[in-house]
């Protein structure tokens, strides 16, 4: 079983759509959450952190389940421009010498908005 | 916001050579840096864990002889591949984070642009 798994997609949906992705992960222990916005040929840039709560950013809604393991991204109004690649990323901290924190990279989902 | 350059971006050699690819960090000390390596459409995947003064610890699968890391200083980590083969062909990225006190911070990682690798 990955450790991080997402729906590969790709999500096709038209301008102004709303579109959720999900992520499940498989480490009990990971303790900080993010998605990250790949886009082609492009290194990753953060997104958002996604905190147990719940936050916002924008169009942007991250959601944590940590008893279900799972992480949600809901994109509302979409735009042109949001069409990347998604990944979920966990992150494994302070188990290592040196106390850095490793990351965990999903698949990643691909989104494409059309006009 | 923190940033993190690498070079070459994109880089094409012969089989059987070896490329070398730097990462630096150019606003922030970065004891710890770390290597991946992303197939199209597949996942980053972590190779290695680059350390400033010590040796790299490598992730299971990865060859330590033929992925050579080297971190110097705080600033700079590089990725050799050694004796290329078509199948090394594949993006590579580092990334490191800042750290604050002793403990890295519990932020966004920085990446570096990236670096396309093929092999003919």
């Known amino acids: 079983r990955k450790e991080v798994e997402q729906d590969p997609g790709p999500f096709n949906v038209p301008e102004g759509a709303t579109v959720a992705f999900n992520c499940t992960y498989s480490?009990?222990?990971?303790?900080?959450f993010f998605w990250y916005r790949q886009d082609c040929r492009k290194e990753p840039k953060l997104l958002m952190s996604?905190?147990?709560s719940g936050n916002e950013d924008g169009r942007f809604t991250a959601q944590l389940n940590r008893a279900s393991q799972y992480i949600s991204l809901l994109i509302r109004d979409s735009k042109l421009s949001d069409s990347a690649t998604y990944l979920c990323?966990?992150?494994?901290?302070?188990?290592?010498?040196?106390?850095?924190?490793?990351?965990?990279f999903g698949a990643g989902t691909r989104l494409a908005v059309h006009p | 916001g923190a940033v993190v350059s690498q070079h070459p971006s994109r880089v094409i050699c012969k089989s059987g050579t070896s490329v070398k690819i730097e990462c630096r960090s150019l606003d922030f000390q970065a004891t710890t840096m770390f290597w991946y390596r992303q197939f199209p459409k597949q996942s980053l995947m972590l190779m290695a864990t680059?350390?400033?003064?010590?040796?790299?610890?490598?992730e299971q699968g990865v060859e330590k002889d033929k992925f050579l890391i080297n971190h110097a200083s705080l600033t700079l980590s590089t990725l050799t591949v050694t004796s290329a083969h078509p199948e090394d062909s594949s993006f590579y990225i580092c990334s490191a984070s800042p750290r604050v006190g002793g403990r890295v911070m519990n932020t966004e990682a920085f990446f570096g642009q990236g670096t396309r690798l093929t092999v003919v």
């Open positions: 990323v966990v992150s494994l901290e302070g188990m290592f010498s040196g106390g850095y924190n490793k990351l965990i």
């Open positions: 680059s350390n400033e003064g010590s040796k790299a610890t490598y």
């Open positions: 996604v905190y147990s």
């Open positions: 480490n009990s222990a990971s303790q900080s």
